[in-house]
């Protein structure tokens, strides 16, 4: 025996029992598709951001138009009376200047440069006809007024289609022929 050599003989391996490096499974990557068009959360975000901006606008002027109707019809209930018919007056006078405002805001940044709202502007997004081209005013009107008439009757339909249809179009950008797009 050689001297530093182990007392222990040498064994011979079976061929079986010789380490090979374990190739595990894997599934095939699933591969990410990209679509050109702005889905259903991004445009829930886009939708809260410009809730959020427009709130942020006509909160304050509702308060201030009506405040002083407010207080009167406290006054008034204070000493068991009718409330005053200016608070009416002044709420219907207040609801088309902040439909005027909201659809202002909507179809002129729509039909501007900028193709869409600020809260699309933020996230990326904007609107086009079918084409992919910039749209007009009318039409950005059109498809402002088409979300207000579907709100209003509809409510979460017109938003729950864009989670399904295939170009992510809400029933008013089907009526209105637009596209909302990632940019």
Same mark, same amino acid.
């Given at each position: 025996?050689?001297? =530093?050599? !182990?007392?222990?003989?040498?064994?011979?391996?079976? *061929?079986?029992?010789?380490?090979?490096?374990?190739?595990?499974? @894997?599934?095939?990557?699933?591969?990410?598709?990209?679509?050109?068009? #702005?889905?259903?959360? $991004?445009?829930?975000? @886009?939708?809260?951001?410009?809730?959020?901006?427009?709130?942020?606008?006509?909160?304050?002027?509702?308060?201030?138009?009506?405040?002083?109707?407010?207080?009167? $019809?406290?006054?008034? *209930?204070? %000493?068991? /009376?009718?409330?005053?018919?200016?608070?009416?007056?002044?709420?219907?006078? +207040?609801?088309?200047?902040?439909? +005027? =405002?909201?659809?202002?805001?909507? *179809?002129?940044?729509? !039909?501007? !440069?900028? /193709? #869409?709202?600020?809260?699309?502007?933020?996230? &990326?997004?904007?609107?086009?006809?079918?084409? #992919? %081209? &910039?749209?007009?005013?009318?039409?950005?009107?059109?498809?402002?007024?088409? &979300?207000? +008439?579907?709100?209003?009757?509809?409510?979460?339909?017109?938003?729950?289609?864009?989670?399904? !249809?295939?170009? &992510? /179009? #809400?029933?008013?950008?089907?009526?209105?022929?637009?596209?909302?797009?990632?940019?």
């Amino acid at each position: 025996m050689a001297i =530093g050599a !182990s007392a222990m003989p040498a064994v011979a391996m079976p *061929a079986a029992a010789v380490a090979v490096p374990a190739v595990g499974y @894997a599934p095939p990557a699933r591969a990410v598709v990209y679509s050109p068009y #702005g889905g259903f959360w $991004i445009r829930v975000a @886009a939708s809260l951001l410009d809730s959020l901006i427009v709130g942020a606008v006509t909160v304050p002027l509702v308060l201030i138009f009506l405040l002083p109707s407010i207080l009167k $019809i406290i006054q008034a *209930a204070k %000493n068991d /009376q009718e409330p005053p018919i200016e608070l009416f007056a002044s709420f219907f006078l +207040l609801i088309p200047l902040i439909l +005027l =405002g909201v659809w202002l805001y909507e *179809a002129l940044l729509t !039909s501007s !440069s900028w /193709q #869409g709202t600020v809260g699309k502007r933020m996230l &990326k997004l904007k609107v086009t006809d079918l084409a #992919g %081209n &910039k749209v007009s005013f009318a039409r950005a009107t059109g498809r402002f007024f088409a &979300k207000l +008439l579907f709100r209003m009757v509809l409510t979460a339909l017109i938003y729950i289609v864009v989670a399904f !249809s295939e170009r &992510k /179009q #809400g029933l008013h950008d089907m009526v209105a022929g637009t596209l909302v797009m990632k940019y």
